[in-house]
């Protein structure tokens, strides 16, 4: 009876991870904001491989940034007060973000079409902008401490912690890197398809979502640790 408990806990578990996961990659798809432009306009103006590889440097430096994140927290979860606290630091970071982005405003700058060759150094130029963009956006750096610091103290009390932690953020930068590529290819439709309503629209939708999660994940913390 006890193993078949663990069985269904464990799934239960693991279901929690999935469903939070693909909930955040795909928030973070949508998410309108310099990195979102950037690609997207490298993308329809110079070209798909141009677009993919500042892509590939936004991902990696997503991921130096959650890993950095990651050491940082790991000895605080020890503490169960500190767990506690944290939770609720990283919720109010995705609450406020949430809020930011549905009030905020966009403006989709337009350029002119130029065709690009790319080369060695080509491409090493796209790689390093797009790890850059990361590197010069200080609310990246909140977002991601956040967002570790929240899912930390969350998953803390799961049976495999870091194989949990290591499912979730491998599904948000999987679903978010595949999604962009899919973006990447169709740019030329989108840039057709995208209104100043559409945008207005996307921002407000990504500001409810991150509102969300960072409720229903506080609403977890207090459930566990309180």
């Given at each position: 009876m006890?193993?078949?408990?663990?069985r269904e806990r464990i799934s239960t578990m693991l279901r929690e991870v999935l469903i939070e996961g693909i909930v955040l990659g795909l928030t973070l798809t949508i998410m309108i904001g310099p990195v979102f432009f950037a690609h997207l306009q490298t993308s329809i103006y110079k070209g798909f491989w141009a677009g993919t590889y500042l892509l590939i440097g936004i991902v990696l430096n997503d991921i130096?940034?959650?890993y950095l994140s990651f050491l940082g927290t790991?000895?605080?979860l020890d503490n169960h007060n500190n767990r506690l606290i944290l939770g609720f630091i990283g919720g109010i970071v995705l609450i406020i973000f949430g809020v930011v982005s549905y009030l905020k405003k966009v403006r989709?700058?337009?350029m002119?079409?130029?065709e690009v060759s790319l080369n060695t150094s080509g491409i090493i130029k796209y790689l390093v902008k797009g790890f850059m963009l990361n590197v010069a956006?200080?609310?990246?750096w909140i977002f991601w401490i956040g967002v570790v610091a929240l899912v930390s103290s969350n998953f803390n009390q799961h049976g495999n912690y870091y194989?949990?932690?290591f499912i979730f953020f491998s599904i948000v930068m999987g679903i978010y890197t595949v999604l962009n590529l899919l973006k990447g290819i169709l740019a030329f439709r989108i840039k057709r398809l995208i209104k100043p309503r559409s945008i207005l629209f996307i921002n407000k939708l990504v500001g409810v979502l991150l509102v969300f999660f960072g409720l229903l994940l506080i609403i977890r913390v207090v459930v566990e640790y309180v």
């Open positions: 006890g193993e078949i408990f663990n130096a940034l959650i790991a000895q605080l989709f700058r337009d002119r079409p130029t956006n200080p609310f990246v194989r949990d932690i």
